[in-house]
């Protein structure tokens, strides 16, 4: 990219200029990363009256340039406090050629007279160099190697940057997602697929639930291998039939530890039940750790920025430059009117209340609505339960008796054969069974949010932003509610009746499935793919049908005003998060998911781009912004919990399938850890033991109680810092003022003898100002990089 | 694409951009590539012929895409062009984009943006200038009445010493508060 004779030495020197530097400088950052100081110090930049710029050597363009920027000064306002806090309004580009200029020459003078052995100079050119690749690395980073980044762009151009914040949280989850992935294929599946193999290779056996046979009282048909090729297709949908024998689920991988034959002694080298396990928990701590680092980088940056939020200033100064479209540029200043509006409306509003009465009724409005909300809720998880378990019971009635005679009803079978109309009806009755937790999951995904919009209008709320925000929550619960159940009733479904008793080895099981994780995993995975239809199916009728409809028919778009779909941020947000559970849910008993995850992660970024492109307008009232990216995380981090305690629950209180998966044999999931644990060093077991007493717990507790005060104090005494820094500026503005009527008064009766009041501010209170200067004197020196 | 653009500048004219501007090498030839489309014969010429401070008119200047739809498109040519009458050379173009790349500091972005929003260029932002503004960024879609209760609230909000006019350094202020400020103030070519 850049020629490398561009090293010229003195550029190389301008790395490790601030340490020199003890003044304040702003930051620049030239093209081949290095690190422009330009010194604030008001020494290098003449006071603004004193127009004695000499020219600036080197092409013509510059010397135009200088011109231009000590005219259009102009009447600029002196600064009081020479020095320390001067800041120079414009940094034209010949200034800071200038004082780079300048500062080189410091430099070297500094530096060369400075560092007289060899080995000193060799040391800090390795350093600056170290210095400069890391700061290089991490420029590329930001500027180059953003994930669809030229995408996020072009729709950040079109519809504004609060839509774009869909697009980042796809960004973000992608990358969780990948991590994930990189987890499971280099921990479970490379190691287990190998193991395999080598076992077939050396014809060892492994009990494999295929090894049963009908005479087995444990044995459940499983759903059998169908040649049909449609069946088969179909059966990807469903993540049953062949798919249970791959490597998509829990099933399919061994349970042996890889071993060699070292010097005779078996020594295990891979304890697969143990990475399987640890992986599994790893999923969420490493998914957690991310989180939680991504939403302390935006604390940090949101914090300082949203202590005072200036509501019509904001809106009005930050037009969206990137706007390049005409439609874009007057949607956007709809938007911009709807905002002022709202503030305009809210600052009405409190002052006028509205009157007791109705108060007090739309209180009782709101109550009535939020029941029915409940209600709503609570009726369809509520049949869905039951249809959910009614249909599991009956199955379980049926699937016990014969082996290879009965079909397992999750399979969805559609004959090649011709179709007559019972056929029909007994062929979606079976297909309604199949799919209908997942349907009824989706399906109220997509409805209920509809619904909660519509009730939020009728609850008769002042401010746009008040009813989105309810209806986010109210959309947000629900979903929370709705996997809450999915997962309560897989754990019903497949867990053992009993708990984990003293003789389970020999006691007749009563497990339903004969590999309950693989029903587990099937299950998710084809919440997974209905979830995914779903989607399409509303971005195909719902978006591209009606844009479709709204461009060709202008009956519709005049007379009616049917536009095209709004993107509505919060829904679609929390509709990647209710995605993201269901994957984190089914990582654990289906170690290929997280490529399904990053494929159709990557799919639905595509599609929506398309889609946002041409077939959708920019929301008119943004309640997730792109400043809410802190909420956004909140609510996965929620959502994380909440996937978590089920999935713990079900690992912790379960018995390992006997007959499939990497835990047979085992007690419990947990048993290879122990096993581990008890058979590692003496120090090591003491250590261990020591480290879960609740002694150490307390003191960890403390320790980190500790260091939360510390930092909320920290946080407080900046807060004063800054108030007392604020009205500082406002006495210096004030001082300033007087000083310039004071010349202005003095200017003047020079010239007329006319009689003017003495001065802006009486006696008095020019004293108390000087008093207050000299009481906050010690905070002059303070600098924003203090802060 | 690289070869035919660089040898219409000089590699020494190259260098001295990357310093004067946020701009890497391949960046700037883009740059120059858009800037020629405004006018091809025009520029080629005259850069054939190390002619470097040709001047591209206002009205070919907001044939760019980005600036044709923005409402402060003629303040944000004045500003950046070096007589104020929005006539643009290279390097004015160059410095407009500079300064509303990412790569630019918040600083350089305020101070700018305090020059565009200063309508009648008087160095302080007062009501009119304010009044023009809310009208702009509306599209001139509200009531004067409304639009003056905004500039109310605005000059409530910002006007530290309450004289009826923001200065640099109050209106910087303002914009150190607003955090979409420098995702916003940005023109990608």
Known sequence: ?787 | MGNSESALISEKQLEIYQLETFFTRKEILHIYQSFENLNPDKVREAFMAGNYQVKMDYQEVIQLAELKYSPFKDRICRVFSEDQSGDMTFSDYLDMLSVMSMQAPKDLKAAYAFKIYDFNDDDEIDRTDLDELVNRVTGFRMKTEDVDGIVDEILKECDMDENGTLTAAEFEDILHKSPEFSANFNIEV
């Open chain 1, 1 to 787: 990219m850049d020629p490398p004779e561009e090293d010229s030495p003195t550029k190389s020197l301008l790395m490790s200029e601030d340490k020199e530097n003890g003044s304040t400088s702003i930051k620049l950052e030239d093209d081949d990363d290095n690190e422009i100081y330009v010194n604030k110090d008001a020494t290098d930049f003449p006071d603004n009256d004193a127009v004695d710029r000499e020219p600036s050597p080197g092409s013509s363009l510059m010397k135009t340039e200088s011109r231009k920027s000590s005219e259009s000064y102009g009447t600029f306002s002196p600064d009081v406090n020479k020095g320390e806090n001067t800041v120079p309004r414009n940094l034209t580009l010949a200034e800071r050629r200038k004082s780079r200029r300048k500062q080189r020459e410091q430099f070297k003078l500094m530096r060369f007279g400075s560092s007289s052995s060899g080995i000193s100079h060799f040391t800090s050119k390795c350093v600056t160099f170290v210095e400069r690749s890391l700061k290089q690395a991490k420029v590329i980073k930001q500027n180059h190697f953003r994930i669809w980044g030229t995408s996020i762009k072009k729709i950040e151009g079109q519809l504004g940057s609060s839509v774009c914040t869909y697009f980042k949280v796809l960004v973000w989850m992608l990358k969780i997602n990948v991590v994930c992935m990189i987890l499971g294929l280099g921990l479970i599946v490379g190691p287990g697929g190998y193991m395999t193999w080598h076992h077939s290779q050396t014809k060892e056996t492994i009990f494999n639930k295929d090894d049963l046979t009908c005479n087995n009282p444990n044995f459940v048909n499983g759903t059998g291998f169908h040649v049909e090729a449609v069946n088969s297709v179909l059966q990807l949908f469903t993540g049953t039939g062949w798919m249970e024998n791959t490597a998509m689920f829990y099933g399919w991988y061994p349970t042996s530890n890889l071993t060699t034959n070292m010097q005779g002694k078996e020594k295990t080298v891979y304890y697969f039940s143990l990475a399987y396990f640890s992986v599994g928990c790893c999923y969420f701590a490493v998914s957690l750790l991310l989180m939680l680092a991504n939403l302390s980088k935006l604390f940090k940056k949101s914090a300082a920025e949203q202590l005072e939020y200036k509501p019509y200033s904001s809106v009005v100064f930050t037009w969206d430059y990137n706007i390049a479209d005409t439609e874009a540029s007057q949607l956007r200043s709809v938007s911009v009117i709807q905002s002022l509006k709202e503030e305009l409306d809210e600052d009405e509003q409190g002052d006028t209340k509205r009157s007791l009465l109705t108060q007090v009724g739309i209180f009782f409005l709101r109550v009535l609505t939020n029941l029915i909300c409940l209600a709503a809720v609570i009726g369809t998880v509520y049949l869905y339960v039951k249809e959910v378990l009614t249909e599991s019971t009956e199955s379980r009635a049926n699937s016990t008796d014969s082996c290879g005679q009965l079909i397992n009803e999750k399979t969805l079978e559609i004959g090649l054969e011709a179709i007559q109309l019972e056929d029909l009806s007994s062929h979606l009755a079976a297909f309604w069974k199949t799919y209908s937790a997942s349907i009824i999951v989706s399906g109220s995904n997509v409805l209920f949010p509809v619904f909660f919009e519509l009730i939020g209008l009728l609850e008769m709320y002042q401010f746009q932003s008040t009813r989105i925000r309810v209806t986010l929550v109210r959309t947000f619960i629900m979903k929370l509610f709705t996997v809450a159940t999915f997962l309560y009733l897989l754990y019903r479904a497949a867990g053992p009746s009993g708990g984990i008793t003293e003789d389970w080895q020999t006691e007749k099981n009563t497990l339903f499935y004969n590999c309950w994780e693989d029903y587990i995993g099937s299950q998710l995975y084809q919440l997974i793919m209905i979830d995914f239809l779903v989607f399409c199916a509303v971005l195909l009728f719902c978006e591209a049908f009606r844009s479709f409809i709204v461009t060709r028919v202008a009956f519709l778009r005049d007379k009616i005003g049917l536009t095209k779909r709004e993107f509505n941020i919060s829904t679609e947000v929390l509709d990647l998060m209710y995605k993201q559970m269901i994957f984190w849910a089914g990582f654990y008993f289906a170690p290929l998911l997280p490529i399904v995850a990053v494929i159709e992660i990557i799919v639905i970024f595509y599609l929506k781009k398309l889609s946002a492109l041409t077939n959708v307008v920019p929301p008119k009232t943004v309640v997730l912004n792109h400043q809410s990216s802190a909420t956004i995380n909140g609510l996965f981090l929620i959502s994380l919990l909440v996937v978590f305690v089920f999935i713990g629950l079900v690992i912790f209180n379960f018995q390992p399938s006997q007959f499939c998966g990497p835990f047979r044999g085992y007690k419990r999931f947990t048993d290879p850890l122990s096993n581990v644990i008890n058979h590692a060093t003496v120090l090591k077991k003491f250590i261990i033991d020591n480290l879960t007493t609740t002694a150490v717990l307390v003191i960890l507790i403390i320790l980190v109680l500790l260091v939360i005060y510390y930092y909320k104090s920290l946080a407080a005494s900046r807060n004063v810092t800054i108030e007392l820094l604020k009205e500082q500026v406002r006495n210096e503005i004030a001082e300033k003022e007087e000083i310039l009527h004071r010349t202005q008064k003095n200017r003047s009766k020079s010239l007329s003898n006319e009689k003017e009041t003495d001065g802006f501010y009486s006696k008095e209170k020019r004293k108390q100002l000087k008093r207050k200067n000299t009481e906050l004197h010690g905070f002059a020196n303070l600098r924003k990089s203090d802060l």
